[in-house]
């Protein structure tokens, strides 16, 4: 199977199995409790034992089953790594962090374990620091992935930017992603910047935000003139109830801003309700945000914090209706 074919409520599934799977093996009574009433203490727990009776440099953890391919299964550490990383979604930020780095430690010395061995076994000598800085960067980093959380992919890169046994430059990679990460993050002031109305007006982030009342948020939707995904995108939005409502209410102002292509040739699929904007390329090219998909759409307060950053569609629909 695909990985990242998993839907929300497999993915609910997988997190419930690995904590009763942790309970039942510290003999906890966990059969009697609804899932619903597990503690964070028990969560936490579990994130941060998760690795502990696992043995990260036994080579057949990585290995493949004969004659499949990594499309079509997991390997049993990656199946293992699928469920630490759901529970760390579910733990407390600090423990969430703690975890991170006593797992990329023992890696570490797992790794070096391997290099020391004089023969691999028949399977290689796996990289397990490699491996899990790869899967997280996989699961946490990809937009197709049920795991997208680009923060919880910070604790593993600061893992390796802080090592001082390697050389800065075979750090750049990790710098890198850090700083696109923590640009336009959620919690933070979002940045300004100019566009041209669809009237031919020159405007900018912050003019707008400024002409909001005091119960209006905003969000943006970056998009490509020439986008078939963007077009549909914007149709969700445009008759979804949960967008219409916020608007009908006057809680949310919506700002479509054309990041490729001609603003003119889509103008009429965009509501009159909206601004259109177009930016002529300075947001990619400068890349100012992070649009790793589009429709790319972030949601901001009235003061221009960040509420929801780089989100899909359906994410962004469910954001509104839980707000």
Not at 32 to 43: E, F, H, L, N
Not at 95 to 101: E, G, N, R
């Amino acid at each position: 199977m695909k990985v990242f074919e998993m839907d929300r409520m497999t993915l609910r599934a997988v997190l419930l199995a690995v904590l009763w799977g942790f309970c039942c093996v510290c003999g906890a009574d966990c059969l009697a409790q609804d899932a619903g009433k597990i503690t964070q203490s028990r969560v936490d727990s579990a994130a941060v034992h998760f690795w502990d009776n696992v043995e990260l440099s036994d080579s057949t953890l990585y290995a493949l089953p004969e004659g499949v391919s990594a499309e079509e299964s997991f390997s049993a550490m990656e199946e293992k790594v699928a469920g630490f990383f759901a529970l760390l979604g579910s733990s407390s930020d600090s423990v969430a962090i703690q975890a991170v780095s006593e797992l990329m430690d023992r890696a570490l010395e797992a790794t070096v374990t391997v290099r020391g061995t004089v023969a691999g076994s028949a399977y290689g000598s796996p990289d397990p620091y490699g491996f899990f800085l790869s899967a997280a960067e996989k699961y946490f980093y990809s937009v197709q992935s049920p795991y997208y959380n680009e923060e919880m992919l910070l604790p593993f890169l600061d893992h390796k930017i802080a090592r001082e046994d390697i050389a800065e430059i075979e750090k750049s990679r990790e710098k890198f992603l850090v700083a696109q990460i923590k640009r336009n993050m959620v919690g933070s002031m979002a940045e300004d910047f100019a566009f041209e109305l669809g009237d031919g007006k020159s405007a900018s982030l912050y003019k707008v935000l400024g002409g909001l009342s005091e119960r209006q948020s905003l969000m943006i939707v970056f998009f490509s003139a020439d986008c078939r995904d963007c077009k549909d995108g914007i149709a969700r939005l445009k008759y979804s109830p949960a967008v219409s409502k916020k608007i009908s209410e006057d809680e949310l102002k919506v700002l479509a801003v054309c990041v490729e292509g001609r603003l003119k040739d889509v103008l009429s699929m965009i509501p009159d309700t909206w601004f259109k904007a177009s930016d002529d390329g300075c947001i990619i090219i400068n890349s100012i945000y992070s649009i790793r998909h589009q429709p790319s759409v972030y949601i901001l307060d009235r003061e221009g914090v960040i509420q929801l950053k780089d989100a899909d569609v359906s994410s962004a629909i469910d954001y509104l209706i839980n707000w």
